[in-house]
């Protein structure tokens, strides 16, 4: 049975003793040493299981060598999925995923396999931010050196995400948002169903490409709307430039 300390309303400890009266210095260090032991096996004890979590996330990156140029996002997601029975144990947090992203370019430094690692990046990423029991997710890549492509693939959550990205930012999305503090590349939103996306900077060309739903925002500039739209919104710089009485980019 854990012993709990007696501490006052201001949260300061006093002793433990029916007799009122100052209770000599020593004899108050021996009634309260042996806590000392139990604190640092906590803080030990919660170091290792955030060690452990870190280190399955790089064993899963590891074991999925990455995706191939010659087959589809959505195939190589489902390699991805079925690449390790890790996957399926992982259950990481927001600040999991957020330390394994700031531990990227040590990885990224290791000799990789894949034909197309910022498409791993980003497919790595948002099947961990996918199989989350989280809603919100805060994704830092300004020190990442290249640009994930496929971030936010089927999103359904709350991302924020700091750093310039590649290309089909929120592919297949959802639902949820993603609030991008940067720019991005093409196809931002291609294939997207519902949601919202928020970019604070410029987006490539081809932007909501097969679109069929939920809205895009862009307060930057725009390089070009893609053709090949069915549904959903598109605003630049609070201007509807897609669907409903829009006049057009």
């Not at 971030?151 to 639902?175: T, Y």
């Not at 196809?187 to 490409?209: C, F, P, V, Y």
């Not at 925002?217 to 609070?238: E, M, P």
Request: proline fraction near 4%; hydrophobic fraction near 35%.
């Amino acid at each position: 049975m854990k012993a709990t300390r007696c501490t006052s309303a201001g949260g300061a400890e006093k002793p433990h003793n029916p007799i009122s009266g100052r209770e000599p210095k020593a004899l108050a260090q021996k009634r309260f040493s042996g806590f000392k032991p139990e604190l640092e096996k906590e803080v030990r004890g919660k170091s290792v299981v955030e060690s452990e979590m870190q280190s399955q996330l790089k064993k899963l990156w590891g074991a999925w060598k990455g995706p191939t140029y010659c087959e589809s996002p959505d195939f190589n997601y489902y390699l991805l999925l079925t690449s390790s029975s890790l996957f399926k144990s992982v259950k990481p947090t927001p600040g999991d995923i957020t330390v394994f992203c700031l531990s990227l370019p040590a990885l990224l430094e290791e000799k990789s396999f894949s034909d197309d690692i910022e498409l791993k990046i980003g497919l790595f990423l948002s099947a961990l931010i996918n199989h989350s029991k989280a809603k919100e997710f805060e994704i830092p890549l300004e020190h990442l050196g290249v640009r994930a492509n496929s971030l936010g693939f089927r999103n359904r959550k709350a991302l924020i995400i700091k750093g310039a990205v590649g290309n089909s930012l929120g592919e297949e999305m959802r639902g949820g948002t993603i609030r991008l503090f940067g720019n991005c590349g093409n196809e931002a939103g291609s294939w997207m169903k519902g949601g919202r996306i928020e970019i604070t900077g410029d987006s490539g060309a081809e932007l909501g490409h097969r679109m069929e739903g939920g809205e895009i925002h862009v307060a930057g500039t725009i390089a070009l709307l893609s053709h090949d739209i069915s549904g959903g919104k598109i605003y630049n710089l609070g201007r509807l430039v897609y669907g409903g009485d829009s006049d057009g980019y």
